[in-house]
């Protein structure tokens, strides 16, 4: 049900890599490849464990919940790369769903779960795919008359398919997280012994499990590691506000800078941050990552996997709202309360379903508090991807609402490098994938930041 296959991993054993690693440390001269150390006993046992993060391995997964990256793999540890497969951009994860594939993933994950309780649990993904597939066409059409206001520059031969994208992009907010997906993900030696001994789920616990197993396979050191390394077994899901599930379910997303310091702002150019980003890697901004902006966000979890492609950001424990984002074009269409009624039958399942569970089956649409510390530098970056049209539309509105509370704060120098390269150029900096909308010098020094539908 779920693939987790190794491909590619570092080319020199993991005793002798960490063995040359620490002999570096000790002696005057290079050592030679091959003198071994006890690794164990003298390296991994006593905690010397930078010595360990040399050995990199890449890992394909195939066949996991959504839910189980964004509350798992992605959670809460920055020491890995990956890249998923885009629920914005591959529809197919949602057409054509296969209830069997449900049944037998909770099956599988949650035995605890009685057979009537998990068909009704697959019942309420089922109707949720339901409302997704059979509004397609009235998602579009709002799509497409939004496009036609914001867009007047987009390519006319792409301007059909980018609004079904589009419109396929919010109406999956109806749509529950447990639908599968893929991943390629790329962690050091000591990272995946450490997702292994903390996985909070029953899939993260599987996953790594099989991780650790195909890494055991390749080398003893490995195996000796994981032997003396147990699983915490310990379960984890975010919790649930009770006292406001029963008031007004529909929000918007919402930031409130809650710290901020742009004293030690240093102007850098456009070539500063694009198509390399320096901050990170020039000392002229070294100050500039002791300068933190912290604030609190609401946002729905398709933004929120979204937010956690930015791991030089920090974040709280997520904690569920009992509210829910409905998209622009959703509401345009008129489906507002469609994603009620997906609210509605997700919350009743969590009074009934093991915590890890009832999370794998929130919908796109639910929102989930949390905190995020920036530095200054981390916050040009991620301001430079989110305020770009081609970003989702809910992660620009949070990006621009925090432009508008640094200028009111009298932080306008910082908020204007907080833009795309189209911002700061008149060029946008995605090439063939260009938004449509104006670059004018005019538009650029008036309002480059409206509300957008799409």
């Known amino acids: 049900m779920i693939t987790v296959k190794l491909i590619a991993k570092t080319d020199v054993g993991l005793e002798a890599l960490a063995s040359h690693a620490a002999r570096t440390c000790y002696n005057p001269q290079l050592p030679e490849m091959g003198n071994i150390l006890n690794v164990k006993g003298q390296l991994f046992d006593t905690g010397h464990h930078t010595t360990l993060e040399h050995n990199h391995y ?14 798992g793999l992605h959670l809460c540890h920055p020491f890995y790369n990956t890249d998923q497969r885009s629920g914005r951009f591959c ?5 054509n769903p296969d209830r069997a594939h449900f049944e037998a993933y909770i099956a599988e994950f949650w035995p605890e779960v009685n057979p009537e309780l998990r068909r009704k649990a697959v019942d309420y993904v089922m109707f949720a795919a339901g409302l997704f597939t059979n509004n397609q066409d009235a998602a579009v059409k709002a799509a497409e008359k939004a496009f036609a206001e914001e867009r007047p520059f987009y390519p006319e031969n792409n301007r059909a398919a980018t609004c079904r994208k589009i419109a396929q992009e919010q109406l999956r907010c109806l749509v529950p997280i447990i639908f599968p997906t893929g991943l390629d993900i790329t962690v050091d030696f000591i990272t995946l012994v450490s997702m292994y001994k903390n996985a909070w789920t029953p899939v993260m616990r599987y996953v790594t499990a099989q991780m650790a197993d195909q ?3 390749q080398d003893p050191l490995a195996a000796a590691v994981f032997s003396t390394v147990e699983q915490s077994g310990e ?10 599930v029963d008031e007004s379910r529909i929000s918007r997303p919402s930031l409130e800078l809650l710290e901020y310091d742009s004293d030690v702002f240093t102007l850098p150019k456009a070539g500063d941050l694009h198509p390399i980003d320096s901050l990170h890697f020039s000392p002229r901004f070294m100050d500039m990552n002791a300068s933190m902006f912290v604030t609190g966000v609401e946002l729905s979890l398709a933004t929120y996997g979204q937010d956690q492609r930015h791991r030089t950001v920090r974040r709280s424990t997520p904690f569920f709202t009992g509210r829910f984002y409905v998209p622009p074009v959703v509401v345009e269409a008129g489906l507002a309360t469609c994603a009620d009624d997906v609210m509605s039958l997700w919350l009743a399942l969590c009074a009934e379903l093991p915590p890890t569970l009832a999370t794998n089956l929130a919908p796109y649409g639910a929102t989930v508090q949390y905190v995020k510390t920036a530095p200054l530098n981390a916050l040009l970056h991620e301001g430079g991807k989110r305020l770009c049209w081609n970003a989702q539309e809910e992660i620009y509105q949070l990006s621009r609402q925090l432009v508008a509370t640094l200028e009111a704060k009298g932080a306008g120098e910082v908020a204007e490098f907080l833009a795309p390269p189209c911002h700061l150029t008149g060029r946008c900096g995605e090439g063939g994938r260009y938004c449509g909308r104006p670059l004018d010098e005019a538009t650029r020094q008036r309002n480059y930041y409206p509300a957008r539908k799409v």
């Open 58 to 71: 890449t890992f394909a997964i195939d066949g996991l919940a959504v839910g189980d990256v964004t509350f």
């Open 91 to 95: 529809m197919d994860m949602f057409a």
């Open 215 to 217: 890494v055991k396979a």
């Open 235 to 244: 379960d984890w899901a975010p919790d649930m506000i009770k006292s406001v």
